[in-house]
């Protein structure tokens, strides 16, 4: 976290290499938390960018007092909330035709390693509810606290807590009990 504000404080200087050391040390957590949060990996990555692009835009009157991570992930996850809200205005599909968008998703090499186990967690994730599917992606990818995640959901702490613990207990019925 020491390090963290020396990068702020550096990059607020003008220099190019704190912005680089920044992105560099978060750009696949917040892109796992964004595909993870999305299930589409072209939205992700134009989330994360977007992200990075305010996060340089506001850096004069950027005050660091938590985790950069956290505020990184936080900033992530309520652009994927915001698109995906959009996406569903504009969009609607049958829950078979939803199946079949989940079954025939890819992912690029460089970001995941695309095998059969990671497309059967993708497509159980994107059968959860958003709330439960949110928390599990800001605890497991963002490593966020469950007081962070409820406060960032508007919500008791026993409320996040709750929907972790039963879209684990889903996620573990969906995939027959392989997730540890």
């Known amino acids: 976290m020491l390090e963290d504000r020396y990068l ?4 607020r200087q003008g220099r190019r290499e704190a912005l680089r050391r920044i992105y560099d040390r978060y750009k696949d957590d917040l892109l796992r938390l964004a595909v993870s949060l999305s299930n589409e990996t072209t ?3 134009d989330v994360v960018q977007d992200v990075f692009v305010a996060f340089i835009g506001s850096v004069d009157r950027f005050r660091l ?3 950069l991570k956290g505020y990184l992930a936080t900033c992530v996850a309520n652009r994927v909330r915001n698109a995906n809200r ?4 504009h969009q609607h ?3 078979d035709a939803a199946r079949q968008i989940v079954a025939q998703s890819k992912r690029p ?4 390693i695309c095998s ?7 497509g159980a994730l994107a059968l959860l509810s958003d709330e439960q599917r949110e928390v599990i ?4 990818q963002g490593a966020l606290k469950f007081r962070e995640i409820a406060a960032f959901q508007g919500v008791p702490i026993k409320t996040a807590l709750s929907r972790y613990r039963c879209g684990l207990g889903k996620l573990r019925s969906m995939l027959n009990g392989e997730v540890t």
Do not use: I, K
């Not at 959009?86 to 205005?89: G, H, N, P, V």
């Open 8 to 11: 702020v404080w550096r990059l």
């Open 43 to 45: 939205m992700a990555e």
């Open 65 to 67: 007092t938590g985790s």
């Open 86 to 89: 959009d996406r569903r205005r």
């Open 93 to 95: 599909v049958g829950l």
């Open 109 to 112: 090499d460089q970001w995941v």
């Open 116 to 122: 059969e186990e990671l497309e059967r967690v993708a």
């Open 137 to 140: 992606a800001l605890r497991l």
